[in-house]
């Protein structure tokens, strides 16, 4: 059971465009919304992170909106780059619950293709 | 300033077989677990740990076991390999304390065939 759904599974963006994910969640006690970014042959690195106490959180080119009554977040890259070509996953855990913000439960993953 | 590491990065197994993952972390992180990723579902957790000598089940726990015998080790193991267990594992780590808990830190990967 997939409680953590993304989409689109593949996107295509022009260098300088906006590339837009989109996460829904079912789980209401998720408190904790991370995406991970992962190049070919690597593991997952953490890019940006947000808790539901907070609409928009941004950081650089990237902007994580989060909606709390619709159970949805997305991430946003703005000004694409070819470097930002990769597979970014959203993910959700329950960061207030002691042991439990480690067990993340992820999304299918996107991948991104920025062309020059 | 290694991070996660995992070994062995590659392997091919026979079905029957049986292997162990080693992870190492040199960040004195509490947390410890292991993910496997598969196309078109993401990670999904198998087990995890929150302190040396203590583990538990993650979300598809069936055929694998785990020990944490020391703070900075996390082992994986396939006590009879199956070809669904065919795979990329990660191991990951996190602190359990401080500003920066939430986040997790992943190792590079194990790539695991079972043929």
Redesign the interface.
């Given at each position: 059971q997939q409680q953590v759904k993304q989409s689109p599974q593949s996107l295509i963006v022009q260098k300088g465009g906006i590339s837009i994910i989109n996460c829904a969640y079912e789980n209401t006690a998720f408190d904790y919304f991370p995406w991970y970014q992962q190049f070919p042959g690597k593991g997952p690195a953490l890019l940006i992170a947000i808790r539901p106490d907070v609409s928009e959180k941004k950081e650089g080119r990237f902007t994580i909106s989060f909606n709390k009554s619709a159970k949805q977040f997305s991430l946003h890259i703005m000004d694409s780059q070819p470097g930002d070509s990769a597979t970014y996953f959203c993910a959700a855990s329950i960061y207030a619950g002691g042991t439990s913000y480690g067990k993340l439960t992820f999304g299918q993953g996107t991948i991104l293709t920025v062309h020059p | 300033n290694a991070g996660?590491t995992q070994t062995p990065k590659f392997r091919v197994l026979k079905t029957g077989q049986s292997m162990t993952l080693l992870c190492a972390q040199d960040m004195n992180h509490e947390?410890m677990?292991w993910y496997r990723q598969d196309p078109?579902?993401?990670?999904?957790?198998i087990h995890?740990s929150?302190g040396e000598g203590t583990t538990a089940k993650?979300?598809v726990p069936d055929g694998y076991n785990v020990s944490r015998l020391k703070k900075q080790n996390f082992l994986l193991g396939l006590e009879s390999a199956a070809p669904s267990q065919t795979s990329v594992y990660?191991c990951?780590s996190?602190y359990?304390i401080g500003h920066d808990?939430?986040?997790?830190?992943?190792?590079?990967?194990s790539w695991l065939t079972v043929v």
């Open positions: - | 996660v947390y677990y078109g579902m993401g990670l999904r957790l995890y929150v993650g979300e990660f990951a996190s359990s808990r939430g986040s997790i830190y992943f190792g590079e990967g």
